[in-house]
T-cell receptor, first 112, second 117 residues
Framework: GENVEQHPSTLSVQEGDSAVIKCTYS??????FPWYKQELGKRPQLIID?????GEKKDQRIAVTLNKTAKHFSLHITETQPEDSAVYFC???????????FGTGTSLTVIP | NAGVTQTPKFQVLKTGQSMTLQCAQD?????MSWYRQDPGMGLRLIHY???????DQGEVPNGYNVSRSTTEDFPLRLLSAAPSQTSVYFC????????????????FGSGTRLTVV
């Protein structure tokens, strides 16, 4: 099955700086890549996603990029704010897949 | 529209006890799943269902049973609780099986924090 690796496991940035979280996947058939944000004690929530026919997608301060050749995708958060502090999970699924394969998460801390 | 509802929110069990974690969704989602979340290990799939009457195992199914008698409900049963099952459990659903056609990711329930002593 698919194997998703996520780095780094922890990340601290100063408020206003950018944060980048990277994920790699193993199955070239994977075609959908969502990102989830989980605040402390809360449920994971979808924040952005990208399909394999698109190289980049933006939503305000959040962007995701996808490199199909290298089989990696990244989450970019610009102008970070304290409320961006959370655990972020990447995931991947192939078109024939019956599940999402999650990375192990990145704990992001934005220092005011 | 309540989304995905999980009960209970917290539970303490003694080793060997059994219990059922409830999950219900009112979005007419075909696909439902159970994950456990442990520190440093992300979200691991326990069982999933692609529709009423159909269930299958995920990555870590041992010690758990599921059934899907209706589209709305997907209960998770712990047969004989063990300390290794101490975890946070999330139910999640989506319109279709991941990877099929239009998909907007999972909708997660609020979680059940289970402690087995």
């Amino acid at each position: 099955g698919e194997n998703v690796e996520q780095h780094p496991s922890t990340l601290s940035v100063q408020e206003g700086d950018s944060a980048v979280i990277k994920c790699t996947y193993s199955d070239s058939a994977s075609n959908y890549f969502p990102w989830y944000k989980q605040e402390l004690g809360k449920r994971p929530q979808l924040i952005i996603d990208i399909r394999s026919n698109v190289g980049e997608k933006k939503d305000q301060r959040i962007a995701v990029t996808l490199n199909k050749t290298a089989k990696h995708f990244s989450l970019h958060i610009t102008e970070t704010q304290p409320e961006d502090s959370a655990v972020y999970f990447c995931a991947a699924t192939p078109i024939t897949g019956n599940q999402f394969y999650f990375g192990t998460g990145t704990s992001l801390t934005v220092i005011p | 529209n309540a989304g995905v509802t999980q009960t209970p929110k917290f539970q303490v069990l003694k080793t060997g006890q059994s219990m059922t974690l409830q999950c219900a969704q009112d979005m007419n989602h075909e696909y439902m799943s159970w994950y456990r979340q442990d520190p440093g290990m992300g979200l691991r799939l326990i069982h999933y269902s692609v529709g009423a009457g159909i269930t299958d195992q995920g990555e870590v199914p041992n010690g758990y049973n599921v059934s899907r008698s209706t589209t709305e409900d997907f209960p998770l049963r712990l047969l004989s609780a063990a300390p290794s099952q101490t975890s946070v459990y999330f139910c999640a659903s989506s319109y279709r099986t991941p990877g099929q056609g239009t998909n907007y990711g999972y909708t997660f329930g609020s979680g059940t924090r289970l402690t087995v002593v």
